[in-house]
């Protein structure tokens, strides 16, 4: 994230604001539990998660490669995530509570995936930050990685926030 797009915060989020986006996400959103999505890091500045391979999400069976709509479910919601922190790093005077309800608004814009990779790998490392938090809409870019780390698709998208 660019420091002249959204400053760095000094801060880390209270224990109750990250176990209730995890509960949102890993629980609340039942296809996050479909795609096996879990949230390893939430700060303010971005989010990142993993997606463990498993037969329900091969796409091409001759490969085991996942299927490109898990690629781009998993992403949008890696965006989604780090929205939400974003708005709750920008609302740090409000209980984590009130903060957890600041999303019902957020959706999804416009979102772009690039696939540079067949995804074959163990598991997948999801992460995501935002570039622009504006009063109305937010930008974002994102990555998915194998196991080793290697890149193997980008994303950008554009969510609303209000």
Same mark, same amino acid.
């Given at each position: ?5 959204? @400053? ?25 539990? +479909? ?6 890091e939430v700060t303010p500045e971005r989010v ?34 780090? +929205?939400?922190?974003?708005?709750? /790093? ?5 209980? @984590? ?6 999303? /019902? ?15 074959i790998s163990e598991h997948f490392e999801l ?36």
């Amino acid at each position: 994230m660019s420091k002249a797009a959204q @400053p760095t915060a000094n801060f880390a989020f209270e224990p109750e604001f990250i176990d209730g986006l995890k509960a949102i996400f890993e629980e609340k959103i039942v296809f996050n539990q +479909v795609l096996g999505l879990k949230i390893t890091e939430v700060t303010p500045e971005r989010v990142a998660g993993r997606i463990l391979m498993k037969p329900e999400l091969v796409g091409h069976y001759a490969y085991n490669r996942l299927h490109g709509g898990v690629v781009s479910a998993g992403l949008d919601a890696m965006a989604g995530l780090a +929205v939400m922190a974003a708005i709750g /790093a920008r609302h740090m005077d409000e209980a @984590p509570a009130l903060r957890l309800h600041r999303f /019902a608004k957020l959706g999804t814009i416009d979102l772009r995936i690039d696939y540079l990779r067949p995804a074959i790998s163990e598991h997948f490392e999801l992460r995501a930050q935002v570039l622009r938090l504006g009063s109305r809409v937010a930008s974002i870019r994102m990555e998915m990685l194998d196991a080793q780390g290697k890149l193997l698709s980008t994303g950008a998208g554009a969510y609303i926030v209000s």
